[in-house]
């Protein structure tokens, strides 16, 4: 009770899982008087999974959720992001105005490294300065 007052004013959803087993406590018992919506789900048997994607929806101000839409879920992912398309216009924009194809390469590299450190690819400068830092190499 005392986590569902500390998050009253949040938006919440309160699951409670294995519905598929024997019952030890009364739900109610805890979830009495929370103005939170409770969904009861089995995640062994898919049951009331329906249902809370409802309430999530419902939650969100959303009517459907699309599974092909990519939604970055860490600030560093958002701030990656970003780079990657300041890189990528800045690219185009460079073809645009019939700049060096270097300067554009370099715009399209940086837009490449963004999103490969969101992906975890790792680059050969990465490589390099981790041996150094971990190994000692010399005489």
């Known amino acids: 009770k005392e986590i ?6 949040k938006p919440l959803i309160i699951v409670i899982n294995k519905i598929d087993l024997p ?3 009364n739900i109610s018992d805890i979830t009495n008087g929370t103005p939170h919506p409770i969904c009861e789900v089995s995640a062994k048997e898919h ?3 329906e249902q809370l994607n409802k309430k999530i929806l419902k939650l969100i ?7 092909d839409e990519v939604m970055p ?8 992001l970003s780079k990657a398309e ?4 800045r690219a185009i924009r460079g073809v ?7 300067l554009i390469a370099f715009d399209i590299k940086e837009a490449s490294r963004s999103l490969g450190e969101i992906i975890g690819e790792v680059t050969p400068e990465e490589i390099l300065d981790k041996i150094f830092q971990e190994f ?3 005489k």
């Open 4 to 9: 569902f007052n500390r998050a009253k004013e």
């Open 23 to 25: 019952k030890r406590i």
């Open 47 to 49: 049951t009331g999974i």
């Open 61 to 67: 101000g959303a009517t459907e959720l699309k599974i």
């Open 73 to 80: 879920t860490r600030t560093r992912h958002l701030v990656l």
């Open 86 to 89: 300041e890189n990528l216009t």
């Open 96 to 102: 645009e105005e019939h700049r060096s194809p270097e």
């Open 136 to 138: 000692c190499i010399g």
